[in-house]
């Protein structure tokens, strides 16, 4: 039989593997020599019958049998299990997917059928691995077709959508734990926002999902809940959100960070009085963009830039009036729009820079939000609400899987929570006691 081993010399690369890059417990000489042996039968590596799946299948086995052994006591042909009650009774086979490809397995029995099998349980018919993968393709926004369709293609294991989907409904146990747990007394600041998502009922239609991300008080990300609204009165299903964050805990937000939604800082104040509520400036002025001409993007954003950064709230009122005296005859709506966001719009120019740089946009928020739409527009629209929150929930699930974004969110936040601290009288350190 020839050697199907295409990509390299893989004996030569065992052999140059040294044990400090090998995983603790493995015996870098023994994996070489396997590899080996395998070149030289001719036995590929990976596919259908490949090593790895025969590997998989003897360590599966044998964990297998090393349960049983422990679940009656005695080793397989030991003396000591004659006429001593239960004992072994043969095998059955069964065929189990696994990030190799499906392996076919045999699995230990006894008379009793009191043996219960951890590592393939009964009727389990996918390792962990597989279902991680699953949910992870999802998170991505891949259909139950699409995955389907891959895990034929690389593993060449036939996996229905029927099964994928009774694997991707698992997180919704998962998700509704999370959705009412419990939550911290303060955060220094919340940042809220909603994405149109399509659902069809009925008929295709937005509907907006909404979204409560915090900075807790150590500066690390808690995304707090996902909330389907009906796309109704915006201002009055926030209200609702704000009240349930309360009921689990949050007893003071320092600042919340929002759009400029008519009716949401009296929502949020209802919950927390003393809350200081910021429209986000980047929403301000996407929504000044809109009353614009496209040739006079650059000058608006150009005339607008001096009144966001001024150093102080009187400073940026005289920017302001500089830019309605100018823009003003052409495009009214613009100053108009301005004026109806002042009272929420400059809270941010009351503080020092690092409080600045962090909350005068909801950036932090966007961030999310553009993992969220990727992952929904892939998806296009979904049947129904359950569907589109469980593809929100896995996206958000997957957002930082090596930790490396909570180091950078907490090394960015530090500075600014030193100065919420003080400017907020130490509500914050109470809120932490």
Known sequence: MSVTTDAVDTSAVAKKRTSASTPEGVDAELVGRLVEQARAAGLQLTGEGGLLQQLTRRVIEAALDGEITDHLGYDKHDPAGKDGGNSRNGTRTKTVLTDVGPVEITVPRDRDASFEPQIVKKRQRRLTGVEDMVLSLSAKGLTTGEISAHLAEVYGAEVSRQTISTITDKVMDGM????????????????????????????????????????????????????????????????????????????????????????????????????????????????????????DYDAVAKALKPIYTAPTVAA??????????????????????????????????????????????????????????????????????????????????????????????????KPALNAFDLAFDGRLTTGRN
């Open 316 to 413: 940026a009122e005289q920017r302001f009036l500089e830019f309605a005296e100018t823009w003003g005859p052409k495009y009214p709506a613009i100053v108009r729009l301005w004026e109806n966001a002042w009272a929420e719009f400059v809270p941010f120019l009351s503080f020092d820079t690092e409080i600045r740089k962090v909350i005068c946009s909801t950036n932090a928020i966007e961030s999310v939000n553009a993992r969220i739409r990727r992952a929904v527009r892939a998806r296009g629209h979904f049947p129904n609400e359950q569907a589109a929150l469980k593809c929100v929930y896995l996206a958000v699930m997957a957002l930082d899987p090596t930790g490396t974004g909570r180091r950078r969110w907490i090394s960015r936040w």
């Open 176 to 295: 509704a734990e999370w959705q009412n747990r419990p939550l911290d007394n303060v955060y220094p600041v919340i940042f809220l926002d909603a994405i149109n998502v399509k659902i069809r009922d009925g008929k295709v239609a937005n509907r907006p999902i909404y979204v409560a991300l915090a900075v807790t008080a150590e500066g690390s990300r808690d995304i707090l809940g996902l909330w389907a609204g009906d796309g109704g009165e915006g201002a009055k299903f926030w209200l609702n959100v704000c009240t349930e964050l309360k009921n689990r805990g949050v007893e003071d937000v320092l600042m919340a960070v929002c759009d400029g939604l008519t009716g949401l800082p009296d929502a949020i104040n209802t919950v927390w009085a003393e809350t200081v509520v910021q429209t986000c400036v980047v929403h301000l002025l996407r929504n000044s963009f809109k009353y614009a001409a496209r040739k």
